[in-house]
């Protein structure tokens, strides 16, 4: 494998041409994150400004290759959050209830909520389980959130 830097990231590059970030502790939502001093920011976006600049207010640098974890900036470009969303759903990176703002919580997560909920289990205590807020909590055992989903 070879490796490439880009600033402080590292990767190694994939058969599929991805360069898959390898030297970061941290990740939010499957990407890897860069510290910066006080400032964390994703490793993708990072790549992309230290190339390109500072990214425009209210663009998201999109990944071609749908590889969270890749860096390199050929697969890399700029395009609004909505785009971002609708290209995720339509590649089905992100099941329907996720796009509300809930990305901790899965499909998987809902269910075991209402199960534990079933079973007397206080919200307060099901928020902190899956760090989520109680009152995310509430809407879904509600059904204000995943209503969708049986
Ligand atoms: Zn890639």
Redesign the pocket.
Known sequence: MTTHKFGVVEGDI?T????ICNNVGTYTNGYPQVHLGQLTMNAHRYVYQLLHGKIPPRLDVM?????RE???P???CLGTRKQNMADAVAKGRVPRGQLSGMSKVTEASVREIRELASNRVPQRRIALRYDISQAAVWKILNGLTWRWLQ
Do not use: F, Y
């Open positions: 994939t599929s041409g991805c360069i990944h071609s290759c749908d590889n890749c860096v390199n050929a697969h890399l």
